[in-house]
């Protein structure tokens, strides 16, 4: 993923290059092929503009149906988000180019731009010159870090290290007298709200090739079952006592291929007792818990859903939601976790028809810089429930719900979900009469 959003973020400076020197169809043919590889949930910023890009090589190409497309799928989505390269991209639509710009798109207001002050910097006098000395007395380890984040949150040793090993394996490595490895490590600064994804790890061989296998399986909906089962075939083999943690994703990745939802929910609680043994959901906001046991627990809710157990589902989401405003992690964290939990329990009140709790529970996570505008399927999945949603309470939204399902049809056509974007705007003409061109 990473090598893919850096040579995104190189073709598109080349590309810029080749539209100035009006070389349309080299340009359309790299950010073609560049367009497809950009990672969807990876970088916004990089998906916005490569495909910004391609949009106007088809327009200067005269390609005018692909152009509108993808320009349009742009433009709307970055404004759904609040973005300012919504107003660049019209603004040089405007000043630079023929581009037939709709009256809709026109007059849209800009997206605000947000300021965020510097904090004066005090006490610079004693910051280090850079230099690393691991001989030192003041170097500040990872288990100071453990350590401190822990105090501070008053969490103890036993809640902190339950499941994953001893209270006196806990003091040694806050102390610094053992390292922990890689899985350890992830899964303690987790259960303390900071995400690892911050920090750079060198394992060896065996690490990393597990460390590999994991990131494949979380994509098992996407993958043929042959090749599924030959990553979880090479993950067994490779796991012994000393990997326990990447048991666990084995479990994981291996319940979440049972097709019955009674029995995924079984072997889904298996996996989650693998390092919480006692844990009751009851109870959730007695336990600290890593992304990996977060993860399950919406898994699980996500199979009652299935079995249309709706108080279940609703029970664990809501407990999911509640940890998570307690703990408050931090906001990557809450990235991988939150807006799958946000998007399945709204999509269940939408069916179940409860327009007024959806509307309430959607618009808490629809306000100010909430984390759902950083996940653009999760965003373009709740608007598209949301705007439906207020023209079934009253027709007099009908403004806001046209602005939504706008926003909603791009987004989905930015993403590669074109079947989401046409239901949408069928459904829209057909329950409500309303047409939404853009």
Not at 66 to 81: G, P, R, T
Not at 97 to 108: H, R
Not at 161 to 167: A, I, P
Not at 318 to 328: A, G, L, M, N, S
């Amino acid at each position: 993923m990473e090598k893919d959003l850096l040579l995104t973020d190189a073709q598109i400076v080349h590309i810029k290059y080749l539209l100035s020197v009006r070389r349309y169809e080299d340009a359309h043919r790299i950010a073609e092929k560049y367009r497809q590889i950009t990672p969807l949930h990876w970088n916004s910023a990089s998906l916005f503009e490569i495909t910004f890009l391609y949009g106007l090589c088809c327009h200067f190409l005269g390609q005018d149906e692909e152009a509108s497309f993808h320009i349009k799928a742009v433009f709307y989505s970055a404004h759904a988000i609040g973005c300012c390269y919504a107003n660049a991209c019209r603004d040089l639509l405007i000043q630079r180019t023929d581009f037939p710009m709709s009256d809709y798109m026109k007059k849209l207001p800009n997206a605000a731009a947000e300021s965020f002050p510097f904090p004066e910097v005090t006490g610079a006098d004693g910051f280090s010159d850079g230099i690393f000395n691991a001989d030192t007395d003041d170097v500040y380890t990872l288990g100071d870090l453990i350590h401190d984040l822990r105090t501070e949150q008053h969490v103890s040793l036993r809640q902190l290290c339950l499941g994953l090993c001893s209270k006196s394996k806990m003091s040694k490595i806050e102390s610094g007298k053992l390292q922990p490895d890689i899985a350890m490590t992830e899964i303690l600064l987790q259960r303390l709200g900071v995400t690892e994804r911050i920090f750079s790890f060198w394992g060896n061989e065996k690490e990393a090739r597990l460390h590999d296998l994991k990131f494949r399986l979380l994509h098992t909906r996407t993958l043929p079952e042959n090749l599924v089962n030959d990553y979880l075939d090479s993950m067994k083999q490779i796991i012994d006592p000393a990997s326990r943690l990447y048991y666990q994703d084995y479990l994981v990745a291996s319940a979440l291929c049972v097709r019955d939802p009674a029995q995924r929910i079984e072997a889904l609680k298996e996996a989650l007792r693998h390092t919480l043994p006692d844990f009751d959901i009851y109870q959730a906001g007695c336990f600290r818990l890593g992304w990996e046991e977060l993860s399950i627990l919406n898994c699980i809710a996500i199979a009652y859903r299935c079995l249309d157990s709706f108080d279940m589902c609703s029970l664990y989401f809501c407990h999911i939601t509640e940890y998570i405003k307690r703990v408050r992690p931090d906001a990557m964290l809450q990235v991988q976790i939150l807006p799958i939990t946000v998007r399945t329990q709204a999509r269940m009140l939408y069916r179940h028809k409860q327009y007024d709790a959806f509307l309430e529970m959607t618009g808490q996570y629809l306000t100010g810089r909430s984390v759902m505008y950083y996940n653009l399927e999760t965003l373009a999945s709740l608007l598209f429930y949301r705007c439906q949603a207020l023209m079934e309470v009253s027709p007099s939204h009908a403004e806001e719900s046209m602005l939504l399902a706008t926003y909603s049809i791009n987004l989905n056509n930015l993403l590669g979900y074109r079947p989401n974007a046409l239901i949408l705007r069928n459904g829209f003409l057909n329950a409500f009469h309303i047409q939404i061109n853009d």
